[in-house]
């Protein structure tokens, strides 16, 4: 489709980003974010990049430079870091109004009918917005299409002092396009790099100069949208978020687990959390799958992995009664004398809440079972994760994931809203 403009915003190295929002003290710093249990390197800031600190590093491989050059490390803090996903978001649907999220950190604008006006002028104001209204910085690409977008936001990310690029005119998209590799194009995967370049097509621009059935014959139809797409002719259109049709919530524990009690605690706790994005999405689960495994990296005669899954009768949504089958189904999956690294729940066979499901065998109150689910989130989101909770849950929670470095929850938590002295 002609004469669509497309604009792809992304959060500027967003995690390191959010933390300086509420200490501005880390601005032009080094600032590094580890993964889940403080294992990896997932997020770095620029300054941090500039030292050499590679993405998905083991944090004590790099603990002496870090050290050396002061450098900021932070847990994740994932409930602050959506929140304010949450808020860019929500920001960026007042001014543009059509937008698709895409990730965490990005999002496809429809910009078509500010086609009148000067767009890099439009993107700097949103830019300068966003900043003002969140404190995170954003880059954007502006194209014909989201595939040249996403183009002209890498661009602009990484080469334009101002974060801001458009990619329209010709000339501008054949010089990008020119330096652009094949893996680097959205979806083209090494994989199909690979297929590409024993055809003789080695750089996005000559992938966009192709003969389109040959590129069709190499990558099915998806490869050939690629090439209209790089050619600035629109296949993709801004999309809603849909529902997702399984819903998983698992982490590694902070310690090794020995004791049943201590799983059916973890899977509560994932079950709750599972069942408050279920219930976001307005759905109801038909079922649910448990798995246990210890870690994959010990000798074989102690490792142990192994899952199972239960269909309700009736789809449901109450965290209570999905955590009573998922601690049946822990206690028949678990064998003493194993160390645990890892439980997880999956929500299975998801539907619409709107559609009521009904049984000659069982019977499930919707109306009153709703409305205590309601009244849970709410007090949650009013008050911070956390506040009520099923007792299933655990109060000490010694399983829990290392997080020894994370921040305050400064956006969803009462208790750590920062004070102006």
Same mark, same amino acid.
């Given at each position: 489709?002609?004469?669509?403009?497309?604009?792809?915003?992304?959060?500027?190295?967003?995690?390191?980003?959010?933390?300086?929002?509420?200490?501005p003290?880390?601005e032009?710093?080094?600032?590094?974010?580890l993964?889940?249990?403080?294992?990896?390197i997932?997020?770095?800031?620029?300054?941090a990049?500039?030292?050499?600190?590679?993405?998905?590093?083991?944090?004590?491989?790099?603990?002496?430079l870090?050290?050396?050059?002061?450098?900021?490390?932070?847990s994740?803090?994932?409930?602050?870091?959506?929140?304010?996903?949450?808020?860019?978001?929500t920001?960026?649907?007042?001014i543009v109004?059509?937008?698709?999220?895409?990730s965490?950190?990005e999002?496809?604008?429809?910009?078509s009918?500010?086609?009148?006006?000067?767009?890099?002028?439009?993107a700097?104001?949103i830019?300068?917005?966003?900043?003002?209204?969140?404190?995170i910085?954003?880059?954007?690409?502006?194209?014909?299409?989201?595939?040249l977008?996403?183009?002209?936001?890498?661009?602009?990310?990484k080469?334009?002092?101002?974060?801001?690029?458009?990619?329209?005119?010709?000339?501008?998209?054949?010089?990008?396009?020119?330096?652009?590799?094949?893996?680097?194009?959205?979806?083209i995967?090494?994989?199909?790099?690979?297929?590409?370049?024993?055809?003789?097509i080695?750089?996005?621009?000559?992938?966009?100069?192709?003969?389109?059935?040959?590129?069709?014959?190499?990558?099915?139809?998806?490869?050939?949208?690629?090439?209209?797409?790089?050619?600035?002719?629109?296949?993709?259109?801004?999309?809603?978020?849909?529902?997702?049709?399984?819903i998983?919530?698992?982490?590694?524990?902070?310690?090794?687990?020995?004791?049943?009690?201590?799983?059916e605690?973890?899977?509560?706790?994932?079950v709750? =959390?599972?069942?408050?994005k +279920?219930?976001?999405? &307005?759905?109801?689960?038909?079922? !649910?799958? $448990?798995? @246990?495994?210890?870690?994959?990296?010990?000798?074989?005669e102690?490792?142990?992995?192994?899952?199972?899954?239960?269909?309700?009768?009736?789809?449901?949504?109450n965290?209570?009664?999905?955590?009573?089958?998922?601690k =049946?189904?822990?206690?028949? +999956?678990?064998?003493? &004398?194993?160390?645990?690294?890892k !439980?997880? $729940?999956? @929500?299975?066979?998801?539907?619409?809440?709107k559609?009521?499901?009904?049984?000659?065998?069982?019977?499930?109150?919707?109306?009153?079972?709703?409305?205590?689910?309601?009244?849970?989130?709410q007090?949650?989101?009013?008050?911070?994760?956390?506040? +009520?909770?099923?007792?299933?849950?655990?109060?000490?929670?010694?399983?829990?994931?290392?997080?020894?470095?994370?921040?305050?929850?400064?956006?969803t938590n009462?208790?750590?809203?920062?004070?102006?002295?």
């Amino acid at each position: 489709m002609k004469n669509k403009i497309f604009a792809l915003v992304d959060c500027n190295n967003f995690y390191a980003s959010c933390e300086r929002v509420f200490n501005p003290k880390l601005e032009g710093k080094p600032i590094v974010v580890l993964s889940n249990n403080d294992g990896c390197i997932v997020a770095r800031s620029n300054e941090a990049k500039a030292l050499g600190i590679p993405m998905g590093a083991p944090l004590f491989k790099y603990e002496q430079l870090i050290k050396r050059n002061n450098v900021h490390v932070f847990s994740s803090n994932y409930t602050f870091y959506g929140d304010m996903s949450a808020r860019v978001m929500t920001s960026l649907r007042s001014i543009v109004g059509d937008i698709e999220i895409y990730s965490i950190d990005e999002a496809f604008l429809d910009i078509s009918k500010f086609y009148y006006c000067d767009l890099t002028e439009t993107a700097n104001e949103i830019r300068r917005l966003i900043k003002q209204w969140t404190g995170i910085p954003i880059s954007i690409g502006i194209g014909p299409s989201k595939t040249l977008a996403k183009a002209a936001n890498r661009q602009a990310k990484k080469y334009e002092e101002s974060n801001v690029f458009d990619i329209r005119e010709e000339s501008e998209r054949v010089r990008v396009l020119k330096d652009l590799e094949l893996e680097d194009i959205w979806g083209i995967s090494t994989r199909w790099g690979r297929r590409l370049r024993k055809i003789g097509i080695n750089s996005a621009y000559e992938l966009s100069t192709g003969d389109p059935r040959q590129i069709r014959k190499t990558l099915s139809i998806v490869g050939e949208r690629i090439y209209h797409e790089l050619n600035g002719i629109s296949c993709m259109q801004i999309e809603e978020v849909k529902n997702k049709k399984n819903i998983i919530s698992s982490k590694s524990f902070g310690k090794k687990v020995t004791k049943v009690y201590e799983l059916e605690e973890a899977v509560s706790t994932y079950v709750a =959390r599972a069942c408050e994005k +279920l219930r976001a999405q &307005n759905s109801r689960a038909g079922g !649910i799958h $448990v798995f @246990l495994r210890t870690s994959p990296f010990i000798e074989d005669e102690r490792k142990y992995s192994n899952g199972m899954s239960s269909f309700f009768t009736i789809p449901t949504s109450n965290t209570s009664k999905i955590i009573k089958e998922a601690k =049946r189904l822990t206690n028949k +999956l678990f064998l003493p &004398n194993y160390e645990y690294q890892k !439980i997880g $729940v999956i @929500l299975l066979d998801i539907s619409d809440a709107k559609h009521e499901q009904f049984s000659f065998y069982e019977h499930e109150n919707y109306e009153r079972s709703d409305m205590l689910m309601d009244s849970l989130d709410q007090l949650n989101d009013r008050f911070g994760n956390g506040t +009520l909770f099923m007792g299933a849950q655990g109060i000490q929670k010694n399983w829990k994931m290392r997080a020894d470095r994370k921040s305050a929850a400064y956006t969803t938590n009462l208790i750590d809203i920062p004070r102006v002295v």
